[in-house]
């Protein structure tokens, strides 16, 4: 399928998404958690659902080694600082009222229901959203890790999940199907009506339905390039390897010890040169200021 002709700078969006792909950089946090839970022994399920909670590899990391010293859950919330990084931007996340429904929630009722009923995607994606503060992005991200770090084959994703989002926006894959579309700069065309977004969102699905198939790799991984490329491309705020690169804040003696760090990297075979410093904003923008890519350097 030939796509060039159609898209806005589609060349170097593929080649930067296959090499996103190629060295694992696509979505890194699927061995990291798998390693982390095969190394901690942790219970699975309760590691995803605190890592997608939060958002966030530290506080899910700190949560996770408080819960076995057996303190409760609301004084653990409670003492585990906010990182930058969390989806505490949205404020209600970081409610400790909120957390407890949510927790309570996922053991009373979520768990089991997953290991009873077998759902499928959509099932599942339902059975997430009725978490206090689980949208449409928190409800797809639990679907994906436990398809693609827990194993269970039933709740795989199978589509974008942006049928519920607003084409006019630069967020999550949105801003990659924009871009593909010559359009991230908000003076370009806008979806107003029900029917065009209907319509707009019906077509970008079928896209990354048609790029799942030229590129041979599941649509969750379409999707997560579609996130990361424009960053690349238009920002110059990201780089290929740039989330194995991130992984370094982890190394810090208090959320991991050199040895368990070092340990989880070698479980995952991540590429060292990722590994060796954090990058600079130089280095992240390699295609912006010089149209190359750094991996190919």
Not at 67 to 84: A, R
Not at 94 to 106: D, G, I, P, Q, S
Not at 224 to 248: A, M, Q, R, W
Request: charged letters at 30%; glycine letters at 6%.
């Amino acid at each position: 399928m030939n796509l060039a002709h159609k898209l806005h700078n589609f060349g170097d969006f593929e080649k930067a998404s296959l090499s996103l792909i190629d060295t694992q950089d696509v979505d890194p946090v699927y061995p990291f958690l798998k390693a982390f839970i095969q190394m901690k022994k942790y219970d699975p399920e309760l590691t995803i659902f605190i890592y997608v909670y939060f958002y966030s590899l530290e506080s899910m990391i700190l949560f996770m080694k408080e819960l076995q010293n057996k303190k409760y859950i609301e004084e653990i919330f409670e003492g585990i600082k906010k990182y930058g990084n969390e989806r505490g931007r949205n404020p209600n996340v970081r409610k400790k009222k909120n957390f407890v429904l949510a927790f309570t929630k996922w053991i009373d009722d979520v768990v089991p229901k997953l290991k009873n009923e077998n759902p499928t995607f959509e099932e599942a994606r339902e059975l997430f959203r009725s978490l206090p503060y689980f949208g449409s992005w928190a409800s797809y991200k639990l679907c994906e890790l436990f398809s693609e770090v827990l194993g269970y084959k039933n709740v795989k994703i199978t589509t974008l999940g942006i049928e519920k989002e607003n084409p006019n926006k630069n967020v999550g894959p949105i801003f990659g199907l924009r871009y593909l579309y010559g359009l991230i700069s908000g003076k370009n065309k806008t979806y107003n009506t029900l029917v065009e977004r209907k319509k707009i969102r019906k077509e970008w699905e079928t896209l990354g339905q048609a790029l799942s198939k030229l590129w041979k790799c599941p649509i969750a991984q379409v999707e997560s390039c579609l996130c990361k490329v424009p960053k690349i491309l238009s920002k110059g705020t990201y780089v290929i390897g740039h989330d194995i690169n991130e992984f370094l804040d982890l190394n810090d003696g208090i959320i991991l010890s050199s040895k368990e760090f070092w340990k989880i990297m070698t479980l995952c075979h991540f590429d060292r040169k990722f590994l060796q410093s954090k990058f600079t904003k130089k280095e992240k923008r390699a295609y912006v200021d010089k149209k190359t890519l750094l991996f190919s350097e």
